[in-house]
């Protein structure tokens, strides 16, 4: 089932700060975020594991929690190169698989 | 060091028509995946592969077919082209090392029309 992503849009000026959230109905074992420009293909960014693990981005942070089957992704002091559209994969058991959010589309203006 | 490629960029079939598409990966990774993304639906993942010679069905297989020949390469084959088939395709792959909790490097993307 996929998962939900919130907000699907946001429009920020340069400097702000963004949340983007991820929510499962099922439990989890992992949580993957991508982010897409236009035309492009997507590139990861962080990969949160449950147990607390946390693998990427040094300039983005996030959490997950895995009672709740949430993530959230937080964008600090966003640049103009921050604009995409941002997606959540969710792992709920290895089998190597990851199911998709919908995406949220980040829009940063000068 | 090329990373994914994927082979045609674009390309207009006809409904009926078949084709392959090629993706093709050179940082030795052992898990490749096929995804198709439509507007507004995120990713879905078509069929996958563990390691050479294997694969596996994703959430919409229905309507395609894979080969994994060599660890390098990963061909999803359309046999009867329907306009619902009308998408953006990425190839993607990953060490696999730990499973499937693994960063995936996706291809530039195959965009694919059905008249």
């Given at each position: 089932q996929q998962p939900v992503q919130s907000p699907q849009a946001?429009?920020?000026?340069?400097?702000e700060d963004a949340v983007i959230n991820c929510s499962s109905s099922k439990a989890l074992y992992s949580v993957h975020w991508y982010r897409?420009?236009?035309?492009?293909?997507?590139v990861f960014l962080m990969i949160?594991?449950?147990?607390?693990?946390?693998?990427?981005?040094?300039?983005i942070s996030a959490s997950f929690n895995e009672k709740k089957q949430q993530s959230s992704l937080y964008l600090t002091a966003s640049q103009l190169s921050y604009s995409g559209t941002y997606f959540c994969g969710t792992e709920s058991r290895s089998n190597y698989q990851l199911i998709w959010g919908a995406g949220t589309k980040l829009i940063i203006k000068p | 060091?090329?990373?994914?490629?994927?082979?045609?960029?674009?390309?207009?079939?006809?409904?009926g028509q078949s084709m392959t598409l090629l993706c093709?990966?050179?940082?030795?990774?052992e898990y490749m995946y096929w995804y198709r993304q439509d507007p507004g639906m995120g990713l879905r993942l078509i069929h996958y592969s563990v390691g050479e010679g294997t694969t596996a069905k994703g959430?919409?297989?229905?309507?395609?077919?894979?080969?994994?020949?060599k660890k390098q390469n990963f061909l999803l084959g359309l046999e009867s082209a329907a306009p619902s088939q009308t998408s953006v395709y990425f190839c993607?792959?990953?060490?696999?090392l730990a499973g499937n909790?693994?960063?995936?490097?996706?291809?530039?993307?195959t965009r694919l029309t059905v008249l």
């Open positions: 946001v429009i920020l000026r340069e400097g897409q420009k236009h035309g492009e293909a997507p949160l594991l449950k147990g607390g693990e946390q693998k990427g981005h040094d300039k | 060091n090329a990373g994914v490629t994927q082979t045609p960029k674009f390309r207009v079939l006809k409904t093709a990966q050179d940082m030795n990774h959430e919409v297989p229905d309507g395609y077919n894979v080969s994994r020949l993607a792959s990953s060490y696999g909790t693994d960063t995936q490097y996706f291809g530039p993307g």
